[in-house]
């Protein structure tokens, strides 16, 4: 053991370098195993096989053309029957803002019918108010199923069932929105102030007055902005959901596809983000003073 | 709960009548229920539907149980993980495409205020069209199969990805970006490590999150035609062939808690 300065020198070189060493070792083989996936994804996604014809970003380009419609400016507010004008490619827009409504209706149902389905659920699953695990567990559970589900395969079983329409559609999102939203409640709500719930229990308040008083004043505004939050969500899924005969505008655009009418895509597709971006904005500002509210109350 | 007066002389709200605030919150509340009732007699939600719909779905659940693999597990097993590859496939090709977005949206990158308006407007555009509606828009361009369901998910990312992008080189920290200029390197050498140590962690965890999320969407493409499970499911509920239907969601569940699970340890060790 020759404690000289140099030895210590060498013995950290000696670490360093095998540092350095299994590092590069690991980054390489994580490398390479993740290549391996990418390669084997692309590869089995046919994302360059020539059986459509090899040439992607080509076909994209192609496709983005074919859809934007011929306008011609001289000819651009004339009536439905000249082709190039503005009637021309939205012809059937009565019929399209009647749809864009009915997703609107869709998503707005949804939202209220799941997100009491979520207040519920969330009251049940929250360690402070409910003081029995076992149903904590199964509520909670059972709202980790429903978020998992994917939608549009609810929506299939429930068109089924129930046919063609807006009603399939209405519950798949009540379900989803459960879903999602009851985890959010429930973490809300074990966040409440406990104080006013001890003031409560002094008082010798029952369950359900314990809930009306101390806790949703606390919540609601909450509540509400996750709600409005999740309207938003639902509207852009009403608008898809539509597609598997879940009614509103994706019934539209299932048929404009069925007849390949490549202007309508674009002409229903303006139309749909149109529609969410104008309740989002709708939303976001009664969100901000929900909140200004909250912050103003306290 | 506000129970102080604001100032002075006025009375406190709580010593007002209660009766003028009562009676505006009842009309307001049934005005709610009033069209929400109103929309759901638009949209045809009768009890009767409802109750027959009801009856059927009972039935259909009924055959679930026990689930069945219909002879098909193979077939099932690959066609998941073709789902799991196209999520793959897109969620790469929308890290690729975002990146420069995500740059040119970053303020700190692009200070012109308006073009950084307008850009983010755009993305916010964008980030309305659902994966679904790219996916049927796609399918009709490339015909069935995978391809259009990868490009799909990509399109449904990219701005979503480019946003975050933009927002996570916005909000890291200029001081060791300055701190690597004050040592006098080049500029590359000051993004290499000035930015990217702060921000490749961050981008990587979004990353993985969009792996999950695409994981979830692939599964729903295949329903309009574009290849994986979902094509795979749409055919089995089609023959009401439901015990199959519950093997398959079954599984399915059980794939995207296992991806969920890597992902979040991939994640935690990120971070």
């Not at chain 2, 919150?25 to 539907?49: N, Q, S, V």
């Not at chain 2, 200070?111 to 980030?127: A, Q, T």
């Not at chain 2, 050498?189 to 921000?199: H, S, W």
Request: one cysteine or more.
């Amino acid at each position: 053991m020759s404690a000289g300065p140099n030895s210590v020198v060498e013995t950290f070189e000696l670490a360093r370098r095998r540092a350095l060493r299994r590092q590069w070792l690991q980054s390489g083989l994580g490398l390479l195993v993740f290549s391996l996936i990418l390669g084997v994804s692309f590869q089995r996604s046919q994302l360059f096989s020539s059986e459509i014809g090899g040439d992607p970003l080509g076909r994209i380009g192609e496709f983005l053309v074919r859809m934007t419609p011929s306008l011609q400016g001289e000819v651009l507010f004339e009536s439905r029957s000249t082709p190039g004008s503005l009637a021309s490619w939205y012809y059937d827009l009565p019929v399209w803002l009647a749809a864009i409504w009915q997703t609107i209706e869709m998503a707005i149902i949804a939202t209220v019918l799941g997100s009491l389905g979520a207040v519920v659920a969330s009251l049940l699953c929250a360690s402070n108010l409910m003081p029995w695990r076992p149903v904590r567990f199964i509520v909670r559970r059972s709202l980790e199923v429903t978020r998992t589900m994917p939608d549009l395969v609810l929506a299939l079983i429930l068109v089924a069932a129930f046919g063609v329409g807006p009603l399939p559609g209405v519950i798949t999102l009540s379900i989803s929105t459960m879903g999602g939203l009851g985890k959010l409640f429930a973490e809300i709500n074990e966040e409440v102030d406990p104080r006013q719930l001890e003031a409560l229990d002094a008082a010798g308040a029952g369950t359900l007055n314990k809930i009306r008083y101390g806790v949703f004043p606390q919540v609601l505004p909450a509540y509400a902005s996750y709600g409005l939050l999740r309207l938003e969500g639902n509207l852009a899924a009403a608008g898809a959901l539509g597609i598997v005969g879940a009614g509103g505008i994706g019934l539209e655009l299932q048929r404009a596809i069925t007849y390949t009418e490549y202007n309508t895509y674009l002409a229903i597709l303006i139309l749909m983000v149109s529609m969410i971006f104008l309740i989002d904005l709708l939303s976001e500002t009664i969100r901000h003073r929900l909140i200004r509210l909250d912050e103003g109350g306290q | 709960m506000t129970l102080v007066a604001p100032s002075g002389d006025t009375a406190p709200p709580a010593v007002h009548s209660p009766w003028p605030g009562l009676i505006r919150g009842t009309f307001a509340t049934a005005a709610c229920l009033a069209a929400l009732a109103a929309m759901m007699i638009d949209l045809k939600m009768a009890p009767e539907t409802l109750l027959s719909g009801s009856s059927k779905l009972g039935r259909f659940i009924a055959s679930m149980v026990p689930p069945s693999d219909g002879g098909d597990s193979l077939r099932i097993l690959r066609s998941l993980a073709e789902t799991f590859a196209m999520a793959v496939a897109g969620t790469a090709l929308a890290i690729v495409a975002a990146l420069p977005l995500g740059l040119l949206g970053a303020k700190t990158v692009v200070s012109n205020g308006l073009l950084h308006f307008l850009f983010r407007r755009c993305l916010d555009i964008f980030r309305g069209v659902p994966a679904l509606v790219w996916a049927l828009i796609f399918i009709s361009a490339f015909g069935l199969g995978p391809f259009a369901g990868v490009v799909a998910l990509a399109f449904a990312d990219i701005p979503n990805l480019a946003k975050l992008f933009a927002e996570t080189l916005e909000n890291c920290d200029r001081g060791p970006v300055e701190g690597a200029r004050a040592s006098g390197v080049s500029k590359i050498l000051e993004i290499r490590f000035g930015l990217v140590p702060q921000v490749a962690p961050v981008l990587a965890s979004q990353c993985l999150y969009y792996l999950e999320s695409n994981f979830r969407h692939a599964a729903v493409l295949g329903i309009v035609g574009a290849g994986g499970i979902g094509f795979e499911l749409d055919e089995r509920i089609r023959i009401f062939a439901f015990d199959q239907v519950a093997y398959i969601v079954l599984l399915y569940m059980l794939c995207v808690a296992a991806l969920d699970f890597v992902s979040r340890q991939l994640r935690a060790r990120l971070a």
